[in-house]
């Protein structure tokens, strides 16, 4: 008997239970399954021993645990696929709710929320994809208000320029515009040089190639608006360089009708030395004035972190005469370094070439970077600044000087 309750226990299990449990029919078979095992054991009483007793209690619970464990693992499968829509129907109702909860969620996001061990992980990253999807409207916002704004100045501009195309000011833009290419193209037969050093790429970041660019298309501005302009030159330069990509994004078709000479060869190769003077502001040697006859060198390089001597090291290298500005001559310098942007340099060389003075060049250098200009000479404003100081400081400097002098005697008398 009992091997007969076994192996109805596995046909009822195999096969009739899990598909009873799929379609929702446990309760109506469950009665059925009882009365077949019930009349099998029947059939089978008068064969059995009277002594054995059919225990019914014990077969339910077998047939309970088993219906239990089938339904179960479909309950579990359905879980499975139900989680992604309650969580996501969670954040529906936390959005109604009117907390952070980005508008869009990808799969991946969903994934790893739905992973988060506890309901304040939840939250924050919930917090950081509404803050993350934030800062992008915000960004597409500002991107189509620049392109409006942009667009409105394009049809304003367009609209003035039919109202000025037959006006005496169109006219006179044209003709500037030609008089300053016939200077231009006059400088590059019998203009003096101007050399941009463009091998500084390797030693600048990508942002600042793109500021050191934008600083030469302003020098070249302001040379091409002069009254004699320089023979611009670019040595050094690379076809595929982040130069050549920048210098393509200002310019676009404009950069092939410059009035400029490119090449890739180095200025000692184009150049004879003895007449190459190397602009650093690392140069211990101080530019007194300006040579016609002299071929300056400017390195095209913006340096935000300020690596000193990087010029001055590469033109010791190829044996050139290197030059500073007289600043601390001519300028009551603030604290900070002498570098200058590259546009300045050449508001300042365009002015020393046409005036030869130096307070008149040095006006272009920033306010912020000066307190005025030196009236008095160097020694007396030294004596100046020595009584300044001995007055603020008092008896405590007459303090560090006698410290400093025992500590220097002691010093001797060890060696």
């Known amino acids: 008997m009992q091997s007969a309750n076994v192996l ?13 449990a799929r379609h929702g029919m446990k309760k109506d078979l469950f009665p059925l399954s009882r009365t077949l095992s019930l009349s099998f054991c029947l059939k089978q009483d008068n064969s059995c021993n009277p002594s054995e007793k059919l225990d019914l209690d014990a077969w339910k619970k077998v047939m309970r645990s088993g219906v239990q ?18 969580a996501r129907e969670l954040l529906e109702m936390w959005r109604l709710a009117g907390r952070s909860v980005p508008e869009n969620i990808s799969e991946e996001q969903l994934k790893t929320f739905m992973e988060c061990p506890s309901k304040s992980a939840k939250k924050k990253y919930l917090k950081y994809l509404h803050l993350k999807e934030l800062h992008k409207k915000n960004d597409k916002r500002k991107m189509d208000e620049k392109r409006q704004r942009r667009l409105e100045t394009e049809e304003r501009a367009s609209k003035t320029d039919e109202t000025k195309r037959n006006s005496f000011i169109c006219l006179w833009a044209n003709c500037m515009d030609r ?34 660019v934008r600083q030469i298309v302003l020098s070249e501005g ?20 982040l130069y050549h990509k920048e210098f393509i994004k200002h310019y676009r078709e404009a950069w092939g009708k410059l009035l400029i000479t490119v090449t890739d060869q180095c200025y000692t190769d184009v150049f004879p030395k003895d007449k190459l003077i190397y602009l650093t502001a690392d140069s211990p040697k101080v530019m007194k004035t300006f040579d016609h006859d002299k071929i300056y060198i400017v390195g095209s390089m913006v340096d935000r972190s300020i690596k000193t001597g990087v010029s001055l090291a590469r033109a ?13 001559k001519y300028l009551l310098w603030n604290s900070g370094a002498k570098n200058l942007t590259l546009d300045q340099m050449m508001h300042i060389l365009l002015s020393l070439k046409d005036t030869g003075d130096w307070k008149t060049a040095l006006e272009f250098v920033p306010k912020r970077k000066y307190c005025g200009f030196v009236s008095k000479p160097v020694h007396e404003l030294k004596k100046t600044l020595n009584l300044i100081n001995t007055l603020k400081l008092g008896k405590r400097q007459e303090e560090v000087r006698k410290q400093f002098a025992k500590n220097y005697s002691k010093k001797l008398t060890q060696k």
């Open 179 to 212: 008089t300053y290419g016939w200077r231009a193209a006059q400088s590059m037969i019998f203009g003096q040089p101007l050399v941009f050093d463009m091998s500084y790429e390797k030693d600048m970041s990508v942002r600042e190639v793109a500021n050191t």
């Open 316 to 328: 010791k290298r190829l044996g050139l005469e290197t030059a500073a500005l007289p600043l601390e």
């Open 8 to 20: 109805l226990k596995k046909i009822v299990r195999s096969s009739v239970l899990p598909f009873a």
């Open 69 to 86: 464990d089938e339904v179960s693992e479909t309950v579990s499968e359905r879980k499975e696929l139900s989680t992604s829509a309650a």
């Open 222 to 241: 302001c040379n091409r608006r002069s009254v004699d302009p320089f023979h611009i030159h670019f040595c050094n330069f690379k076809g595929d360089s």
